[in-house]
């Protein structure tokens, strides 16, 4: 199964924007960089709520594939050419295809308003979160009408001896306003009841495609 590694970095000189030629140079750089050492599509994202975050999103084969690319030529490259521009805040893997992410797929519109949702779990109650998402998911497909969702679950391997349990979903908007009006659905309460007792923390962030 491949892994879906999701970073996110910070736009570290407050004078520059994403839309700023040095930065625009290094988003070309680092996705053309990714794509050849990958052999997988590359997808850079910034985040509506905080304009200085950056979200770059990968597939390797395996984790094990992705560290030992950090401290190759290619991961260098990476490093040197944003130093000073990009600050790393953190990484994650996912157990699953880029595909499964909406913003991935061929068809989407890429103007649209992606959610990003980290569903931090409490500890030992991943499968039984999983199973109750799936079975109430499809009042959340109901109400989008931009795309599929998408969510994979958290792969990466145990932190200070306990595992790390967590699911990320992600939808397709037309803006951040129509993913609010999600809580005012009939259903809304039922999907949340049902799989909210298993959260140890939410975080849910709104994304779009940058044009690179």
């Known amino acids: 199964m ?5 970073t996110q970095l910070a736009i570290a000189n407050p004078d520059h924007t994403i839309s700023s030629p040095a930065l625009q140079d290094i988003f070309k750089f680092v996705k053309t960089t990714l794509q050849e ?5 590359v997808f850079l994202l910034h985040q509506l709520e905080d304009p200085t ?19 190759s030529a290619g991961g260098k490259s990476l490093s040197q050419k944003w130093a000073g521009a990009l600050e790393f805040k953190w990484s994650i893997h996912l157990d699953g295809p880029i595909s499964a992410l909406p913003f991935a797929k061929e068809e989407i519109k890429k103007d649209l308003v992606f959610s990003l949702t980290r569903q931090h779990l409490r500890p030992g109650s991943r499968d039984e979160f999983y199973k109750a998402f799936e079975s ?17 679950l958290r792969s990466d391997p145990p932190k200070d001896g306990e595992e790390v349990e967590e699911m990320v979903l992600c939808c397709p908007w ?20 049902t799989i909210a007792p298993f959260f140890k ?11 690179v």
């Open 2 to 6: 491949p892994a879906t590694s999701i």
């Open 37 to 41: 050492g990958t052999k997988n599509p």
């Open 53 to 71: 975050a950056i979200y770059l999103v990968s597939q390797w084969d395996t984790i094990a594939q992705h560290a030992d690319y950090i401290p």
């Open 136 to 152: 109430k998911k499809g009042i959340l497909e109901e109400y989008v009408t931009e795309g599929e969702i998408g969510y994979l």
């Open 174 to 193: 037309k803006a951040p306003e129509q993913h609010q009006g999600f809580q005012g659905v009939e259903r809304f309460g039922e999907f949340v009841g």
């Open 201 to 211: 923390e939410v975080d849910v962030k709104h994304v779009k495609l940058l044009g």
